[in-house]
C-alpha cells in the first residue's frame, strides 16, 4: 500500500473549469455571418444556374441555324417564314381555291421544289399533311381546299423537319382536343411530290391510332427533341395543327420565333407578324409588332431603321419569362441597340418594353439586356 512522502499531505485534485460558452452578442454575429455567406453561395449558385440556362438557348439556336444553312444548300433559299399550304391539290379542290388561289405560296414552293406536282396526281388528289386523318386542314381558313397557314414559329419546325411521323392526343393541351403531329419525320425525296407520307397504323397509340410514316432517305435539316413540340393557340381562338417548338428552360410555354428576310427581299411584318403566336397576355401586353431593328429609339414605321440580319432571318426565344406567362415574354420588338439596352428595354407590360430584355436572339450576345 502506497502512502504520501513523509511531512506532506495529499495535494487536492484540481477543479476542471468548465469551457467558456458563447456570449448571445457573439451568436448573433455568427449567425449573421453565416447567412450572408450563405447568400452569397446561393446569390453565385444561382447567377451560374441561369448562365448555364442562357448558354444552353443559345446553343440550341445555333443548332437551329445549322438546320437553316443546310435547308439553304439544298434548296438555295432559306425557310420562309409565312405560307399557307393545302392537302386538297388543284385538280381536286374546287375552282379559284387552295393553290391556284395563292400565287405567294405557289412560288415559294416553286423556289423550293421547281419541280412540285400542285396536283397530288400520285397522292390521288389530296395529301393528309397535318396527320390528322382528314384533309380539311387546320378547318379553319379553308376546309375544301385544305388550307393550313403556316406562322414563322410553324415554319421552322416544318421546313427544318418535315412531314409529322406520328399522331397522337396531347392531353396537355387545354385550348383543343385536336390531334398533335409528333415528331417529324422529313420530307420525300420525289422532288415532284415531296410531301408524301405512306402510313402504318400504330394499334397501340391513344385513338385515333396514330399513324407512323414509313420510308427511308426522307430529307430533314434538324433533329427536334420531341418533347418541345408543341401546339402554340395564341387567345385570338385560331386552331392550329402543326407544331412549334419552344427552347430549353424549364416549363417554356413559348415558341421560337423565325422571321426571314427572304434572302434580303425584306421582312414582310405586314403579313408575317400577325400570323405569328400572339404576345397578348392576360394583362394586355402589345403584340409583338415589328423584327428588331438596329439603333437607338427614334425611327418611326414610315422610315425604319434597317433590321438585324436585313438579309437572313430573325430567331427569337422569349426568355424566362416566357415560362411565366402562357401569353406573354417576347414584348413589342423594334428598335434595338446592345449599347443603350439597359435603359430602352424598360417597363412593365403593357406598353413598357421590360419583358424584352431576357429574350435570347441569333443576333445578341445572351440576353438582349443585362
Not at 61 to 69: P, R, T, V, W
Request: proline share 10%; hydrophobic share 35%; aromatic share 10%.
Amino acid at each position: 500500500m502506497q502512502s504520501s512522502a513523509p511531512g506532506r499531505s495529499p495535494r487536492p485534485a484540481r477543479a476542471r473549469r468548465a469551457p467558456a460558452a458563447f456570449t448571445l452578442l457573439e451568436l448573433l454575429i455568427a449567425i449573421a455571418i453565416i447567412g450572408i455567406l450563405a447568400s452569397l453561395i446561393l446569390t453565385v449558385a444561382g447567377s451560374a444556374n441561369t448562365k448555364a440556362k442562357i448558354t444552353q438557348v443559345s446553343v440550341d439556336i445555333q443548332d437551329l441555324s445549322k438546320g437553316i444553312a443546310a435547308f439553304k444548300q439544298r434548296f438555295g433559299v432559306e425557310p420562309p417564314s409565312h405560307i399557307t399550304i393545302y392537302e386538297v391539290g388543284t385538280g381536286s379542290a374546287p375552282a379559284g381555291t387552295g393553290w391556284a388561289s395563292d400565287p405567294r405560296s405557289m412560288g415559294i414552293i416553286r423556289q423550293i421544289w421547281p419541280q412540285f406536282d400542285f396536283s397530288y396526281a400520285a397522292e390521288g388528289g389530296s395529301i393528309d399533311i397535318n396527320g390528322d386523318a382528314l384533309f380539311t386542314g387546320d378547318g379553319v381558313t379553308g376546309t375544301s381546299s385544305g388550307a393550313i397557314a403556316l406562322s414563322g414559329a410553324e415554319c421552322l419546325v416544318f421546313f427544318l423537319g418535315g412531314i409529322p411521323a406520328t399522331l397522337h392526343q396531347d392531353p396537355t393541351n387545354v385550348h383543343s382536343p385536336l390531334v398533335f403531329g409528333g415528331a417529324p419525320s422529313g420530307f420525300s425525296t420525289n422532288p415532284a411530290d415531296p410531301f408524301a407520307v405512306t402510313v402504318a397504323a400504330n394499334p397501340s397509340a391513344p385513338p385515333p391510332n396514330a399513324r407512323t410514316v414509313v420510308g427511308t432517305n426522307r430529307e430533314r435539316f434538324t433533329e427536334f427533341d420531341f418533347s418541345r413540340l408543341f401546339l402554340y393557340h395564341p387567345l385570338t381562338g385560331a386552331v392550329h395543327t402543326m407544331n412549334t417548338y419552344k427552347d430549353t428552360i424549364p416549363n417554356q410555354q413559348q415558341p421560337y420565333l423565325y422571321f426571314s428576310s427572304y434572302g434580303g427581299q425584306g421582312y414582310d411584318t405586314t403579313h408575317e407578324l400577325p400570323a405569328g403566336p400572339s404576345s397578348v397576355s392576360l394583362t394586355g401586353s402589345p403584340t409583338f409588332a415589328d423584327v428588331y431593328r438596329q439603333g437607338p429609339a427614334g425611327a418611326t414605321s414610315a422610315s425604319p431603321s434597317p433590321p438585324w440580319n436585313p438579309n437572313s432571318y430573325q430567331i427569337i426565344s422569349p426568355g424566362f419569362d416566357g415560362s411565366s406567362d402562357p401569353y406573354g415574354g417576347y414584348g413589342t420588338g423594334g428598335q434595338y441597340d446592345p449599347n443603350t439596352a439597359g435603359t430602352m428595354l424598360v417597363g412593365p407590360a403593357p406598353g413598357g418594353r421590360g419583358p424584352e430584355r431576357d429574350n435570347i436572339t441569333n443576333f445578341s450576345s445572351g440576353p438582349l439586356a443585362p
